[in-house]
Each structure stands twice: as structure tokens, then as C-alpha cells.
């Protein structure tokens, strides 16, 4: 199916969100350092996405084959239940990114820039949002990435990323024997739409999680996907 490569995303730090994280003072020294990093990182970052139209071929109980290839996780099967079309998508902060952030070795200075390489990848994800709504219309949408529940372990990445061949060739993302992503500032998963927002965080009993979007909900996984949390 169609399958698209976004080279040419603009990145613009969140020099405010920097500030507000590490509590940074203006006219500090941190500060001057920060600003000088953020219009490096500006000026070299190249973040990238690919994505695709895939259609959903067949469903079981707990599996879904998509293009030909198949994904096991009950959550992911019981989401795409009135789905007959997915995006599948990887987005990264670019190698180049990664490639200067390696330079980088005061340890405070390598926690400023690993957050502007969050940054690059995020604003490579909302470009692929903003693309699919403006070229499908697809409404309220929903993402599940592999790894982020135990139901779609990391080894799903494995599948996901055969969709588009080779993706080192195309935006210089490879997985690890662990199924890790290298840059590491990169994201992949499936993109749906949906007419019942889900966050895999509603799954999820992790406490004190940084980057929880959702409460836990152990009743949906009990209702909805048939989970017993015991």
C-alpha cells in the first residue's frame, strides 16, 4: 500500500519547556549553554517519519495480519475491531541529531540534549498527525507502539518494521538484538482511527510514571479485553 518519507520536517526547540524542566534561570550560565546548544541542535537536526496505508487482511482472537504480516496482542486485536485500515509509522530525531549528541559529555549538558532529541522525534510524530488528517480524515485517532504493554511486547517491533522494508535505508532507524531503536529519540507503532480514545496507560499499573497520559484502568482491561488482574 502507500507508503510516504517525511525528510523535511522543521524543528524548532521548546526553549521555554527546556527552561521549565531543568529549572534554568534566565541569564544564568546554564542558560547561555542551553541557548547555544539549541541553536546547534537547530541547525543540524534533520527528524524524520515514514508511515503507511496498510489495510487489515485478516483477525483472530488474539492476532491481526496486516499487509501479510502478522501482530499478536490481544489489545492491539480487540482495538482494530471495526478497523479495516491502519498507519503504521516510525519517526526519529534523525541520525544527525544522534550523531552530535554523542559529542556531548558533561552529564548535565547530555540530559538538556536529550530532551531536545525528544523534542525532534515529537515534532516528527505530530507531522505525521497533521499529514494524515489533512490526506485521510480520519477523525479522533488512537496509537499503540510495541513495548508499551505487556500484551505487544518490544519483539512486535520485528514485524512493524518489516512493513517498510528496509528503514535504515530510508530514515536511518535500525532495531538491536534487544529490539531497541538506534537513535534511540524515535518512536514507531500503529496508528487507527477510533471512536473511543485509548492510551495504553489506561493498561498499565506503573506507578509514578513520568509520562503517564491516562489513569490505570483495571477495569477496562477486565471488560473490554477480557484481562484478568487477579
Request: net charge negative.
Amino acid at each position: 500500500m502507500e507508503q510516504r518519507i517525511i525528510e523535511n520536517i522543521p524543528f524548532k526547540v521548546d526553549r521555554g519547556n527546556l527552561f521549565e524542566t531543568y529549572h534554568v534561570e534566565e541569564g544564568s550560565d546554564d542558560s547561555k549553554r542551553i541557548d547555544q546548544l539549541i541553536t546547534e541542535a537547530e541547525k543540524i537536526a534533520k527528524p524524520k517519519a515514514i508511515y503507511k496505508l496498510s489495510t487489515i487482511d485478516e483477525k483472530t482472537e488474539n492476532t491481526v495480519i496486516i499487509d501479510q504480516t502478522k501482530f499478536t496482542s490481544r489489545v492491539l486485536r480487540v482495538n482494530l475491531d471495526e478497523v479495516h485500515r491502519t498507519f503504521p509509522f516510525i519517526v526519529t530525531c534523525g541520525i544527525e541529531l544522534e550523531e552530535w549528541s554523542l559529542k556531548i559529555i558533561d552529564m548535565m549538558e547530555q540530559f538538556w540534549v536529550d530532551s531536545i532529541k525528544e523534542q525532534a522525534a515529537l515534532q516528527a510524530y505530530q507531522t505525521v498527525q497533521i499529514e494524515l488528517e489533512d490526506r485521510y480524515r480520519l477523525g479522533m485517532t488512537s496509537t499503540m507502539n510495541p513495548g508499551s504493554l505487556e500484551d505487544w511486547p518490544m519483539k512486535e517491533q520485528v514485524p512493524l518494521f518489516s512493513l517498510f522494508g528496509d528503514p535504515k535505508k530510508l530514515i536511518g532507524v535500525t532495531l538491536t538484538d534487544s529490539f531497541l531503536m538506534v537513535p534511540i529519540k524515535s518512536v514507531s507503532g500503529i496508528i487507527f482511527p477510533t471512536n473511543s480514545k485509548f492510551e495504553s496507560c489506561q493498561l498499565c499499573p506503573r506507578k509514578n510514571c513520568p509520562g503517564r497520559r491516562a489513569p490505570y484502568d483495571p477495569e477496562l482491561g477486565e471488560s473490554k479485553y477480557h484481562f484478568n488482574h487477579g
